[in-house]
């Protein structure tokens, strides 16, 4: 009886080690989504950006802020990085409900840079557990508009929303706002909007050479 609960507790073992290093590796279909690309932060250590764009990185989304507290440490390094290793680039900028939006908007445009080669900037719309404001989705949707435009009077291109679904399912932003949808989902494609989504993170759990560590993986619709 204990050998036969050996065997099955090893062959469990063996099946979890596989289905681990399978998710550290997985990606969507190059044929179903041609476009995939990688968003980076300060939290990913030093990137060796010829060693990414070399594994087949289209894109990166690099964030650039936090709220309006935290201009992200890496940034400037990570937007030079990208450029020179001849990727598309983008600014990424983690929307706060416990900041006023405009003192975020100018965190983000003293941050990045105007540049006309750069892709549409995102804003990701996730619930932060350092910040407990919910405050009413009027109040979101009034104050993401005055974000949004003036991030797009700063980049001069309509924004991406990066939302989560918990997020989402709060404030139903799909519907209050007009804006090109960026969802999550790990492995399957996320239906949790009222609109399509354009961007998808595919995985954050995936490992490629040039990141030390996992990163949000993403890929463009076709």
Not at 38 to 60: C, E, H, R
Not at 102 to 111: K, L, N, P, V
Request: glycine share 8%; hydrophobic share 45%; charged share 20%.
């Amino acid at each position: 009886m204990l050998g036969r609960a050996a065997a099955v507790l090893a062959i469990a073992a063996a099946l979890a080690l596989a289905m681990f290093l399978y998710a550290r590796g997985w990606a969507p279909s190059r044929d179903q989504y041609p476009a995939q690309g990688v968003t980076i932060s300060a939290d990913d250590g030093a990137v060796d950006w010829g060693t990414l764009a070399a594994q087949g990185t289209d894109f990166a989304y690099i964030r650039a802020a936090q709220g309006s507290d935290m201009r992200d440490a890496a940034f400037a390094a990570n937007w030079r990085g990208a450029r020179a290793a001849g990727m598309r680039y983008g600014a990424m900028l983690d929307y706060s409900l416990c900041r006023l939006a405009s003192e975020q908007a100018t965190r983000f445009m003293t941050t990045v840079p105007r540049d006309n080669a750069a892709l549409p900037p995102a804003i990701r719309l996730t619930f932060d557990p350092a910040c407990p404001a919910r405050p009413g989705r009027d109040l979101v949707l009034s104050e993401l508009n005055t974000l949004i435009n003036l991030v797009e009077g700063h980049a001069g291109k309509p924004v991406l929303l990066n939302v989560t679904e918990a997020f989402d399912k709060v404030y139903d932003v799909g519907s209050g706002i007009n804006r090109t949808l960026w969802l999550d989902g790990n492995f399957f494609p996320p239906d949790y909007a009222t609109r399509p989504w354009v961007m998808w993170t595919a995985t954050d759990m995936r490992h490629i050479d040039g990141v030390d560590g996992p990163v949000r993986w993403d890929v463009v619709a076709p």
